[in-house]
């Protein structure tokens, strides 16, 4: 008699497993997405956020970028790392201009990671050619990463 109650349970049981592996889903929902840039660089005042022009710099000379704003869209705070280096090709290297990032104010020096609040960051950058800096042409590229 109890083999007979374990053959019929475990034929429940295997008519149970089969039942669900036939109904292993009752629907599935797809979803998309399209994600954007969180940080937009900003030369503020400019229809042209892609560069500025110095002009003519002297040696010897400190001169700062036109205000740059980093505009959030993610709505809260994030630290990004800011980079600026001399481009191949440039007249100049390394040792003829210093870079440095600065508030708003242009009293405090920003080091990396830079935090960008929910509302927006304001900097500059501060480009201190050498006594001694070669003459010619400069090109260099400010570049903002997340951290």
Do not use: C, R, W
Request: no cysteine.
């Amino acid at each position: 008699m109890n083999k007979k109650i374990l053959l019929v349970m475990a034929g429940l049981l295997t008519i149970g497993v089969v039942g669900m592996a036939v109904i292993s889903s009752y629907g599935s929902i797809t979803g998309y997405a399209t994600v954007e840039q969180g940080i937009f660089i900003d030369i503020y005042g400019s229809s042209n956020d892609e560069s500025y022009d110095l002009k003519t710099v002297h040696q010897g000379e400190t001169v700062y970028s036109p205000k740059i704003k980093l505009k959030n869209s993610i709505g809260e705070p994030v630290d990004v790392n800011i980079t600026s280096e001399i481009m191949v090709g440039s007249a100049g290297g390394v040792e003829d201009l210093e870079f440095s990032i600065v508030d708003e104010n242009k009293t405090e020096t920003l080091t990396n990671p830079v935090m960008v609040p929910a509302e927006d960051l304001y900097f500059y950058i501060e480009h201190k050619f050498q006594p001694n800096a070669e003459l010619g042409n400069y090109t260099f590229e400010i570049e903002v990463m997340p951290a």
